[in-house]
């Protein structure tokens, strides 16, 4: 993130500048990919402005069950800093400790908090109360009867419906979180959420949600009877936004894509509102300038490419960070109360694109760049950036100002250059003929991505820059980089180094393409070095294995091919698939990959 190749564009108001809009449902609950008119119709019709629960406001924070009784205390610099929503949960077993018992006192305290600092809950259902659990615990399923899950619903609905609109059911169930759960078991508890909630509350929606971003998940449990019966879809997509650092804009971008083509494939709405409810990157416990400022420009970047692709909200996890035990967090506000310059960051957002952004469009400013243009009334905002490694200068015919991600102000002249760097930049008071044009190239491709889906092979060429086309590699310093190959790194001592992942485009593998071929292009490091290696890959059943390959005895470079008949490409922890080199006795070289679909 800190070496950059230099480069200049001039950037006049001319042919050069193309502007669209990338999708309307951001802040309307309407379809990411619809004409501007239509996103204002639908959009009046779902969200009733006159509806006090709920607005149009996509800045929202995920608070921590650790520090969840500090919440008095971090509710005001959240207000301060333009967080319009908090999602935030007393667990089953808090609310009802004993069946029969109701403790709304702890959750009455927050949501008064809330409402006195202007800010709006979100409901989520988890976990299990122990006596409804079978076996006495909070996160084994199965569940003793579902009538227990039901009248916790109706009794948290009926106290709270006046306030939250919205309720989660369960947090990352594909995750950690329901030992001996199923798709089946979530759908269940997602259909039987709804009818009772809706019983009490017929205005009332309910989001299904998963941990990263596991759409075969959220496939299977709709197929297993969820379908109809939720109203958003929430993911948590760590791992994709660790990918921005590395040049993985393009498959942030796909999310909401590859989302409505799997609603889509399962005959839900095409309307269902996409939410973001967690999202983080980690900074260390003590300040550290240079890290701290990764994750200001990683939570930057996460509002703004989560609004241009058209997620309605998105919660940057957490509020206030407490230590896991590594001494790292993922708050914008650490645990002695001061705050980081993530705090700043999103604070310089809210108050530069206002309170309820809306996408307008993108910009073109040159190979190796991000521009995103966003309005709010009658203020227009340009968010833009430069790729990873890379800087771009551009000049504006007018002058505009700027806000950084520390909320400093500056002008700047007409024909004076602007520097891009890997941290995004707010541009106010764009020429009106950017503005113009953008709106008329508005059915237009992005820029910075190419459409794969009729080509029947991607590859990538590995080297000390790779030359990718339609295969990204992902976490690259997990592999040493020589002229013309990368090698692996069993010196790591985390043992990342035995593997080298992988991210297809999903416009080449779509959701309904699963007969592919994997073929790697390796070298042993030496012909007396033994070596090998396998596949994991991402499949309708998840991420499995493959069998294992010896790498020939050779001086030359060797093809090792596996194909795969239940493929299911949606990177769901950031990535494809991987070459799996833990059985290798030796390190290796690698110079290819490719991936066909096979017939």
Request: net charge neutral; proline share 6%; aromatic share 12%.
């Amino acid at each position: 993130m800190t070496i950059f190749e230099s480069g200049r564009l001039p950037f006049k108001t001319s042919s050069r500048i193309c502007l669209w809009v990338t999708g309307c449902a951001v802040l309307l609950m309407v379809p990411a990919l619809c004409t501007p008119s239509s996103a204002q119709s639908s959009r009046d019709t779902l969200l009733l402005p006159s509806d006090p629960r709920d607005d149009r406001n996509p800045w929202g924070i995920a608070s921590g069950a650790e520090w969840f009784s500090d919440y008095p205390r971090f509710n005001p610099m959240l207000k301060q800093a333009g967080v319009g929503w908090l999602r935030g949960f007393h667990e089953w077993q808090t609310i009802q400790p004993k069946q029969g018992e109701w403790n709304f006192a702890p959750s009455d305290r927050l949501l008064e908090n809330a409402r006195a600092n202007g800010i709006r809950l979100t409901g989520v259902f988890a976990y299990l109360a122990p006596w409804a659990s079978a076996d006495g615990g909070t996160r084994r399923f199965p569940i003793k009867d579902i009538r227990f899950w039901r009248n916790y619903v109706t009794g948290m609905v009926a106290r709270y419906h006046a306030d939250i609109k919205y309720w989660e059911v369960w947090n990352e169930f594909n995750g950690s979180f329901a030992e001996g759960g199923s798709p089946e078991t979530y759908a269940e508890l997602v259909r039987e959420a709804s009818i009772a909630a809706k019983k009490v509350d017929p205005t009332a929606k309910i989001g299904m949600s998963v941990a990263n971003f596991d759409v075969r998940f959220l496939d299977a449990a709709i197929k297993a009877g969820a379908a109809n019966h939720f109203d958003y879809i929430c993911v948590h997509p760590y791992e994709v936004l660790a990918g921005l650092f590395g040049g993985g804009e393009p498959a942030f971008l796909n999310m909401t894509k590859t989302l409505r083509n799997m609603l889509a494939m399962n005959k839900q709405p095409a309307d269902i509102p996409l939410w973001i409810t967690e999202i983080g990157s980690l900074a260390p416990v003590k300040r550290d300038d240079v890290l701290d400022q990764l994750q200001a420009v990683a939570l930057a970047k996460a509002y703004l490419l989560s609004i241009a692709a058209g997620f309605q909200r998105v919660f940057w996890f957490e509020a206030r960070g407490p230590s896991y035990g590594n001494d790292m967090d993922h708050g914008i506000i650490r645990s002695d109360m001061t705050v980081r310059p993530a705090y700043d960051a999103l604070k310089a957002l809210t108050t530069t694109l206002g309170p309820e952004p809306v996408p307008a469009g993108w910009l073109d400013l040159g190979e190796g760049s991000f521009g995103f243009v966003f309005g709010s009334g009658s203020r227009t905002v340009l968010a833009a950036w430069a790729a990873a490694k890379r800087e771009v200068t551009v000049v504006f015919d007018g002058d505009v100002r700027l806000s950084s991600l520390k909320g400093e102000k500056s002008g700047l002249p007409a024909g004076e250059p602007l520097k891009l760097t890997a941290a995004p930049i707010l541009v106010e008071d764009l020429p009106i003929a950017l503005v113009e044009k953008a709106r008329a190239q508005s059915d237009k491709p992005y820029p910075w991505t190419v459409d794969y889906s009729q080509t029947a092979q991607v590859k990538a060429v590995l080297g000390e820059r790779n030359v990718e086309q339609g295969i990204r590699q992902v976490n690259q310093d997990t592999t040493i980089a020589d002229r013309e190959w990368r090698r692996t790194d069993f010196l790591r001592p985390d043992k990342e180094g035995r593997y080298v992942y992988f991210w297809v485009d999903p416009q080449f593998a779509a959701l309904d393409v699963k007969n592919l071929e994997i073929t790697a292009v390796v070298k042993r490091i030496a012909p007396d070095k033994l070596a090998g290696l396998s596949i994991e890959y991402e499949s309708s059943r998840g991420y499995v294995g493959s069998d294992y390959r010896s790498i020939p005895v050779s001086d030359s470079w060797q093809e090792v091919s596996w194909k795969v008949q239940d493929a299911n490409f949606v990177g769901a922890w950031g990535w494809s698939f991987r070459l799996n080199a833990i059985s290798s006795p030796n390190e290796f070289l690698v110079k290819e990959v490719t991936v066909r679909k096979a017939r």
